[in-house]
Nanobody, 126 residues
């Protein structure tokens, strides 16, 4: 059974940092790209970053460039999202998702992904 599990969410003060993890299980060769997304109630899901596990290609949304870093540990089938200088408006549920992509790229639009985790809450507040 294909499964993605996010962890690492929690409460952090503005300007603080968190590292999210996305652990994959049950996959054969069904995917090579992991993306991170976030969603606030009443708003559309937003793409933050993605990484192509085959060649390390990464993409970041403009809103997080220079503050967030995506990385992978292929042996552990885990992708990480290091989030620094967090802002209160970044309070949201954060999701990871997986898809198979052909070529050196990774998509950042939610509709392009096939498998989703259950999400982890990140609250940025003093």
């Amino acid at each position: 059974q294909v499964r993605l599990v996010e962890s690492g969410g929690g409460l952090v003060q503005p300007g603080g940092s968190l590292r999210l993890s996305c652990a994959a299980s049950g996959f054969g060769s069904d995917y090579n790209v992991i993306g991170w997304f976030r969603q606030v109630p009443g708003k559309e899901r937003e793409g933050i970053s993605c990484i192509n596990n085959s060649d390390g290609w990464t993409v970041y949304a403009d809103s997080v460039k220079g503050r967030f870093t995506i990385s992978r540990d292929n042996a552990k089938k885990t992708v990480y999202l290091q989030m620094n200088s967090l802002k209160s408006e970044e309070t949201a549920v954060y999701y990871c998702a997986a898809v198979q992509v052909y070529g050196a790229s990774c998509p950042i639009m939610p509709f392009e992904y096939d498998y989703w985790g259950q999400g982890t809450q990140v609250t940025v507040s003093s």
